[in-house]
């Protein structure tokens, strides 16, 4: 069947509004998109900077779906595999390299579709797959939470670390942020951190230690040449979450973690199991996600610039209607 849709037709362009033909699989079913939200993966591809990348492509991780009258998430980590510490070979993004949900209409196993939060709208629903899973992972089954941890999340504009600010401040944590934005940290702290330091300080881990003292668990998706001051910061079994390369290469002390104990994680989005214990999580605690703007679908050109100057405050939210 046709779908309407945003589709990208090569790299450095911006999607644009036209008609593509869906081939629905037979393990699939065919669900019609209210809302959708971005996330950096689509900026990567937008400039091609991503593995795999074909052409025409509808891009979207993130949906609110009607499915048979219901209105369901889909989770976008397709085939994580049997094993819960990782994902396996055959593992795929929703949005590249299958048609996404920057459309009228997406294809998904009817497996990836999870209720609604009913206390959530549709534009705070479609801001939580990709961004709230990842950061469920980072923080959860990969950092260990506990209650009495004292958690630092870098670059706190970006989806990802708001979720795991949102989700580490409701399980009763002690949460600090950083940011290149002044503005950003005082939003942070208006929603429960207890304080803020700017990335770009060249002694930000010491302003940290001075200030706050050493840190429990660190999330980051930045890597780099900040990233050392993380492990600054650490505490003593100290643990870092790392889901992203924004920035690029690390240089790293080793002495500094051995010495300290302190454990790195990579980590990417989640399994299925960690889906639905985040969804579980954000039922009890009645999160809302933080939405900075929603954008009409013919408006997602802007929504992707925005993204890529890092100008938004929290999920950039798409409503699908054509
Ligand atoms: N592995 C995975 O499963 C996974 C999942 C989601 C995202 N990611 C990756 O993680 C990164 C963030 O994704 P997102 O969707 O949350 O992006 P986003 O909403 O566009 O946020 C990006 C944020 O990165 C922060 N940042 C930029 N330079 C930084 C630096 N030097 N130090 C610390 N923070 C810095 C900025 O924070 P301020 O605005 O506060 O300065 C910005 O808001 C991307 O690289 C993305 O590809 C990976």
Same mark, same amino acid.
């Given at each position: 069947?046709?779908?309407?849709?945003?589709?990208?037709? =090569?790299?450095?362009? /911006?999607?644009?509004?036209?008609?593509?033909?869906? #081939?629905?699989?037979?393990?699939?079913?065919?669900?019609?998109?209210?809302?959708?939200?971005?996330?950096?993966?689509?900026?990567?591809?937008?400039? =091609?900077?991503?593995?795999?990348?074909?052409?025409?492509?509808?891009?979207?991780?993130?949906?609110?779906?009607?499915?048979?009258?219901?209105?369901? /998430?889909?989770?976008?980590?397709?085939?994580?595999?049997?094993?819960?510490?990782?994902?396996?070979?055959? %593992?795929?993004? +929703?949005? /590249?390299?299958?048609?996404?949900?920057?459309?009228?209409?997406?294809?998904?196993?009817?497996?990836?579709?999870?209720?609604?939060?009913?206390? +959530?709208?549709?534009?705070?629903?479609?801001?939580?797959?990709?961004?709230? +899973?990842?950061?469920?992972?980072?923080?959860?089954?990969?950092?260990?939470?506990?209650?009495?941890?004292?958690?630092?999340?870098? =670059?706190?504009?970006?989806?990802?670390?708001?979720?795991?600010?949102?989700?580490?401040?409701?399980?009763?944590?002690?949460?600090?942020?950083?940011?290149?934005?002044?503005? #950003?940290?005082?939003?942070?702290?208006?929603?429960?951190?207890?304080?803020?330091?700017?990335?770009?300080?060249?002694?930000?881990?010491?302003?940290?230690?001075?200030?706050?003292?050493?840190?429990?668990?660190?999330?980051?998706?930045?890597?780099?040449?900040? %990233?050392? &001051?993380?492990?600054?910061?650490?505490?003593?079994?100290?643990?870092?979450?790392?889901? =992203?390369?924004?920035?690029?290469?690390?240089?790293?002390?080793?002495? &500094?973690?051995?010495?300290?104990?302190?454990?790195?994680?990579?980590?990417?989005?989640?399994?299925?199991?960690?889906?639905?214990?985040?969804?579980? %999580?954000?039922? @009890?605690?009645?999160? #809302?996600?933080?939405?900075?703007?929603? %954008?009409?679908?013919?408006?997602?050109?802007?929504?992707?610039?925005?993204?890529?100057?890092?100008?938004?405050?929290?999920? +950039?939210?798409?409503?699908?209607? @054509?």
């Amino acid at each position: 069947m046709k779908t309407k849709a945003a589709i990208l037709n =090569g790299p450095d362009q /911006l999607p644009i509004i036209g008609e593509l033909d869906l #081939k629905l699989e037979s393990n699939k079913v065919m669900v019609k998109v209210m809302a959708s939200a971005l996330n950096h993966r689509d900026v990567w591809i937008k400039k =091609g900077m991503y593995g795999g990348i074909i052409y025409p492509i509808i891009l979207g991780s993130d949906g609110i779906v009607e499915y048979k009258g219901g209105l369901f /998430l889909i989770n976008p980590g397709l085939n994580w595999g049997n094993d819960e510490a990782f994902h396996g070979s055959n %593992f795929e993004i +929703l949005g /590249l390299p299958s048609h996404g949900c920057f459309a009228e209409y997406v294809q998904i196993e009817e497996k990836y579709l999870h209720p609604k939060p009913d206390h +959530l709208s549709l534009t705070e629903a479609a801001a939580i797959p990709l961004a709230g +899973l990842t950061a469920f992972r980072a923080l959860f089954a990969k950092a260990q939470l506990k209650k009495s941890d004292k958690v630092f999340i870098s =670059g706190i504009g970006g989806g990802v670390a708001l979720f795991a600010m949102q989700f580490a401040i409701a399980n009763g944590n002690e949460v600090y942020v950083s940011s290149s934005s002044t503005e #950003k940290i005082e939003k942070a702290i208006a929603l429960g951190a207890k304080g803020g330091f700017n990335y770009k300080d060249e002694d930000m881990d010491k302003q940290v230690l001075k200030s706050v003292g050493p840190m429990d668990v660190v999330i980051d998706s930045a890597g780099g040449k900040g %990233f050392s &001051k993380l492990v600054n910061i650490s505490n003593k079994g100290g643990r870092i979450s790392i889901y =992203g390369g924004t920035v690029g290469k690390m240089e790293l002390i080793p002495q &500094k973690l051995f010495w300290n104990h302190v454990s790195i994680y990579g980590t990417t989005m989640g399994s299925d199991q960690d889906f639905k214990e985040m969804i579980k %999580f954000i039922n @009890f605690h009645k999160i #809302k996600p933080i939405v900075d703007e929603v %954008f009409p679908i013919q408006e997602i050109g802007a929504a992707l610039l925005k993204m890529e100057n890092g100008q938004q405050f929290g999920k +950039l939210v798409l409503s699908n209607s @054509f």
